[in-house]
């Protein structure tokens, strides 16, 4: 349930504790009125809110201008429609909209047709492998290499799919900036967000580059012209992973922010009308973190098999060349140890952002509520601080993939565990493989030497 204008109005007038306390209450009046006395302050700010409260979040115009948080990661958005992922634009001020047949979407279908050739040829070419050889480490690679190529083909289900989710996502943020504007007089600020963006953007670029050129070098028959089919996917699994951080890092800012001016004004002004307008601002905050879950469900769930599957076989081969050749370390197995080590980098990036947005989403406003003095606030400022106290409740900050799993620290061990029987089977699989190929003779002798 989203959020409406008219709802969020009725909150900035206290109407709805108007109707739950059955009576009227003049909240303009009640907030400038300190002991019977008229407090300049309480003036000069009860009028700046009557004009904020002039503003209106379904206005585009009002939304393109505090809309900082779009402004600050757009770069992002424009690498991700660069490479057909995420066809969304901002054709209407304010709003972020999708749609099958605009200039975004026909580049994307065109630029997916060129890109599934090369795909094609080139898994073609990694596929003949399992024909060609009969050793066990050329079929973990060729394994791994058809892995990475399978992102390409699932590019129109998770990313062209849920388009209109995450163009309806990215426009709740414009609206939320503006009533965050209106309840607490500032603008929300992103601070370095930008520079980041800039960072990972190239970042994302030279990691699969150097990631792509390391695996030609270190994995035999993996030729150079093989990785042309690679350079897409690697970066959009990078950019996945840049992007969800982008997000919970908003979040994270955006509740620690709401948290401090709650704070400050709680300290000026304690009143229940005050109280109401922080609810439901941070009713609308929780939201926004239930819809970065709904939003990117069907992107990150398939992200997260890929590592799961990626990690277990990279390990597995790792071992197995261990097991077959020793400890001394080769190219191939160094490889594979790369391969590990990047995958689990990116799914731990994933895990942790989340688990330190959700962690900061009501603890600051939560603690501000319980440090209140009850004894020193009237009858409708309680039953403010109790609502509130059960919004949260009722809210838990939790990040789910539409209740397929719950993204945080908890994700990321269940899956090391998940590996870890994996790898115990297939490695047990292995040794009694290696055993029935052990000569006969040599297990007599085995025996003999024991009875002596």
């Keep these: 349930m989203v959020i409406k204008e008219s709802e969020f109005d009725d909150s900035l007038g206290y109407a709805l504790l108007r109707r739950e306390m059955g009576a009227v209450w003049d909240s303009s009046k009640d907030e400038r009125m300190i002991n019977g006395t008229m407090d300049p302050e309480l003036i000069q700010r009860a009028k700046e809110r009557a004009i904020r409260a002039q503003l209106n979040s379904a206005d585009g115009d009002t939304c393109e201008t505090h809309d900082q948080f779009y402004r600050d990661h757009k770069l992002l958005l424009v690498l991700f429609r660069g490479l057909a992922v995420m066809p969304i634009t901002r054709s209407v001020p304010g709003r972020i909209t999708f749609s099958w047949r605009s200039a975004a979407s026909i580049y994307a279908f065109c630029f997916y047709i060129v890109s599934t050739v090369i795909v094609l040829v080139v898994g073609y070419e990694r596929i003949k492998v399992f024909q060609t050889t009969t050793k066990f480490d050329e079929y973990i690679y060729g394994i791994l290499f058809v892995i990475f190529l399978v992102p390409h083909f699932w590019i129109p289900f998770v990313g062209w799919g849920v388009a209109g989710q995450v163009a309806i996502y990215k426009t709740m943020w414009g609206a939320f900036q503006v009533r965050y504007y209106r309840v607490t007089g500032t603008s929300l600020q992103f601070p370095h967000l930008k520079m980041l963006i800039v960072f990972f953007s190239i970042g994302c670029l030279v990691c699969a580059i150097v990631f792509l050129l ?41 509740s620690s922010s709401l948290s401090r001016c709650f704070r400050q004004d709680v300290a000026i002004e304690c009143t229940a009308a005050m109280i109401s307008r922080y609810r439901f601002l941070w009713l609308n905050l929780s939201e926004l973190l239930q819809a970065l879950g709904n939003a990117y469900a069907r992107t990150y769930s398939t992200y997260c098999l890929f590592m799961f599957v990626n990690i277990t076989v990279a390990i597995y081969g790792a071992l ?13 197995e160094i490889g594979l140890i790369v391969d590990t080590v990047y995958c689990s980098t990116l799914l731990f990036i994933f895990c942790d952002c989340s688990h330190n947005a959700t962690l900061q989403v009501a603890q600051g406003v939560q603690d501000t509520l319980l440090s209140i003095n009850l004894l020193k606030v ?75």
Excluded: C
Aim: hydrophobic fraction near 50%; proline fraction near 2%; glycine fraction near 4%.
């Design 320 to 332: 197995s060349e261990i097991i077959d050749h020793g400890f001394g370390f080769s190219f191939k």
């Design 378 to 452: 009237d009858q409708p400022t309680q039953k403010e601080i109790d609502l509130f106290i059960q919004a949260i409740e009722m809210n838990p900050a939790i990040v789910s993939l539409k209740g397929y799993a719950e993204v945080n620290r908890e994700l990321l061990t269940s899956s090391i565990a998940t590996i870890a029987i994996y790898l115990i089977v297939l490695l047990q699989f292995k040794l009694s493989l290696i055993s029935q190929q052990i000569p006969a003779e040599i297990i007599e002798n085995v025996k003999l030497l024991q009875k002596q």
């Design 214 to 254: 390391s695996l030609s070098f270190l994995l035999e028959g993996f030729a150079l012209w093989h990785t042309s089919a690679y350079y897409h996917i690697i970066t959009m699994l990078n950019m996945n992973s840049a992007l969800w951080y982008i997000n919970s890092r908003g979040i994270r800012v955006a």
